[in-house]
T-cell receptor, first 114, second 113 residues
Framework: AQSVTQLGSHVSVSEGALVLLRCNYSSSVPPYLFWYVQYPNQGLQLLLK??????LVKGINGFEAEFKKSETSFHLTKPSAHMSDAAEYFC????????????FGSGTRLLVRP | DGGITQSPKYLFRKEGQNVTLSCEQN?????MYWYRQDPGQGLRLIYYSQIVNDFQKGDIAEGYSVSREKKESFPLTVTSAQKNPTAFYLC????????????FGDGTRLSIL
């Protein structure tokens, strides 16, 4: 079955350090990919999306992600973490049944230490 | 501003009771979705609707029901058959059969009394 794997349910970084959140997907064809952020007791907000136009995708709040077909990965990065980045992050891919429904990873909670 | 409104923000259910969660959007989107979020499990699809008067079961539809009488509205009923309803429920929408991202409401947290 198609799946999305986010390595690490919790990631902790110091303020100013590099943020790296990992996402791997299983799909025989390149899907559409998304990263969302969720703050406590709120809905999901889109950070960025990959829809085959460019492999390096820039999003909001200084985040970017690189699509690597050979590694079936779409890792999220930010050069310098800010306290306001503390939240839960979800990777999602479109299903292979052409319905454009999404499959979500289990999420990674980012903690930023002062 | 366009968006998705979910209400109420918090809801409590008694044993044997059905409760209905509201979802309204003014984005003119055709497709709407209901997800359930449990800690450590990401989002799971309950029901979705791609056009008015039509909807399909998602991955965990048992114990839930929906209706889509208007384009703007997609209410979710959590029935007494859902034995473990405590969760955070999220409604989303996007354009029909589109790779455009889904827009989300701020969720309803349902708890059992």
């Amino acid at each position: 079955a198609q799946s999305v794997t986010q390595l690490g349910s919790h990631v902790s970084v110091s303020e100013g350090a590099l943020v790296l959140l990992r996402c791997n997907y299983s799909s025989s064809v390149p899907p559409y990919l998304f990263w969302y952020v969720q703050y406590p007791n709120q809905g999901l907000q889109l950070l960025l999306k990959y829809t085959s136009a460019a492999t390096l995708v820039k999003g909001i709040n200084g985040f970017e992600a690189e699509f690597k077909k050979s590694e079936t990965s779409f890792h999220l990065t930010k050069p310098s973490a800010h306290m306001s980045d503390a939240a839960e992050y979800f990777c999602a891919v479109t299903r292979m049944d052409s319905s454009y429904k999404l499959i979500f990873g289990s999420g990674t909670r980012l903690l930023v230490r002062p | 501003d366009g968006g998705i409104t979910q209400s109420p923000k918090y809801l409590f259910r008694k044993e044997g009771q059905n409760v209905t969660l509201s979802c309204e959007q003014n984005l003119n989107h055709d497709a709407m979705y209901w997800y359930r979020q449990d800690p450590g499990q990401g989002l799971r699809l309950i029901y979705y609707s791609q056009i008015v008067n039509d909807f399909q079961k998602g991955d965990i539809a048992e114990g839930y029901s929906v209706s889509r009488e208007k384009k703007e509205s997609f209410p979710l009923t959590v029935t007494s058959a859902q034995k473990n309803p405590t969760a955070f429920y999220l409604c989303a929408s996007n354009e029909y059969y589109s790779n455009q991202p889904q827009h989300f409401g701020d969720g309803t947290r349902l708890s059992i009394l």
